[in-house]
């Protein structure tokens, strides 16, 4: 039986550039799909295009509506070639309106000189050792996942009263655990609940606009890393005016940088 | 006479979403112009389209290849006009080929619940009472920014010492000073010097990949701000294997947020 997370990504070539999904109910969120899932399978179109040409360095998503449930169609177009990077960019289409749009740079790597000046957190308890947070049985996308929190969780009691931050440290996979690749990470890059919550501790109307991925890991990486946890911080910036931003950086068990991620959420009231 | 910015944004329609701009030796860089520029031209286009609705909230934009000194053509498509949000396309080519894509979300803000995560720098010395960083006399489009570093100054000693990190705190504006708006403030998202060149203390061949700005100013932010320095405050995040991140918060003279910023830099060594 294949992993929920490959039934959801799957897509059939239709010829060129055109590939034909289906929304899966494993990751429904309250609107639409998961929008983490959604943005996995914009990259997924352009993993599996014949043409591609090298590993994700970075992904922009655009979330222009809330898909339907049912069918999509997407279109992935490599607009230039380099001899060592690919841009492409893609859209997804419903009943033929635009529901997203995607921009993805491929690049092949070499090693060189490498260096973080994001320290990768230390003195953190293992997953192992940490409860799964309780999953939020409405919505079907959370139990995709598990998530142990060592800061930041959701609270329990949204009672109004507002956070000076929206600081959260985890350990997150996917739920049941799968091998790492390029379009699970995209996913988890979403998996974090916004900071809004968190903040305000209270629960308002919100939607992710735009979203980008930097992947830092290559498929060898990803390899290392396996179905182990993932860890992540994750953090708001500004919220005004009825859009906020957060970033997170996500690492490996071992401690090396998978991917750093930032998005920009509307939000209402 | 208008200011080189002006000059250097100024696109002609050339009849539905085309138009045709030339590059602008007063923003010259190494190779091709300035990518900061490039990218304000991107969202110029969209910003200057007949159906647009509304004002930037995201740009992404992805540098497919250097630009040629000469003319370019530039089309930008409204994919998607919501009640509140509208979401663009852009792709810039010379001689067909295409050199750079973007995609935009511009949206209709209204006063909502608002806060920082991020503080606003405190205790920071007035632009005023700071001297502005010397010229590089070999690269036009630094002389288009006057810089005054609080902290991160480009080193004196390019000796090849590495540093722990490369955060850069400092005031810039256009120069000569040039009322904000949303094209100056997407260029002055990419005037900070690639943080490799702090980290290594060492020039080596370096490229923007693609870029992302979360717009936090509206109109009325940004009349305020006028032609006054903005603080900004940038780090690099990781560096591995030929890819490297940086981000950046751009504040307004008064402590407002204008911008959040972050791109992946292609770096040789």
Not at 162 to 190: G, K, M, Y
Not at 200 to 209: K, N, S
Not at 223 to 247: I, T
């Amino acid at each position: 039986m294949s992993h929920p997370l490959d039934t959801a990504l799957a897509l059939q070539p239709l010829g060129g550039d055109r590939f034909e999904g289906c929304t899966s109910p494993a990751y429904a969120n309250m609107i639409g799909p998961f929008g983490g899932l959604t943005a996995a399978v914009a990259l997924q179109a352009v993993l599996q295009h014949p043409d591609r040409q090298g590993e994700p360095v970075s992904l922009t998503v655009n979330f222009a509506a809330a898909l339907a449930e049912g069918p999509y169609e997407v279109t992935a177009r490599a607009v230039r070639t380099n001899r060592s990077t690919q841009h492409w960019l893609v859209e997804m289409t419903q009943a033929g309106a635009v529901v997203l749009t995607a921009t993805a740079v491929l690049a092949q790597r070499r090693p060189t000189w490498s260096a973080l000046d994001l320290p990768a957190p230390t003195g953190v308890p293992a997953a192992e050792t940490l409860a799964s947070a309780p999953n939020t049985p409405r919505l079907a996308w959370v139990q995709r996942y598990d998530m142990r929190f060592i800061e930041g969780g959701l609270p329990d009691a949204l009672d109004g009263v507002e956070q000076p931050h929206a600081h959260s440290r985890l350990w997150l996979r996917d739920e049941p655990p799968r091998p790492l690749d390029f379009a699970a990470l995209t996913a988890l890059c979403d998996a974090f609940f916004p900071r809004i919550y968190l903040r305000r501790r209270r629960l308002v109307p919100i939607g992710t606009v735009s979203m980008t991925v930097y992947f830092h890991a290559d498929a060898a990486l990803l390899a290392e890393q396996g179905p182990q946890h993932v860890l992540a911080d994750v953090r708001g910036h500004v919220y005004r005016n009825g859009y906020f931003d957060q970033s997170a950086e996500l690492w490996s068990a071992a401690g090396s940088p998978l991917a750093t991620t930032t998005q920009v959420v509307y939000y209402r009231e």
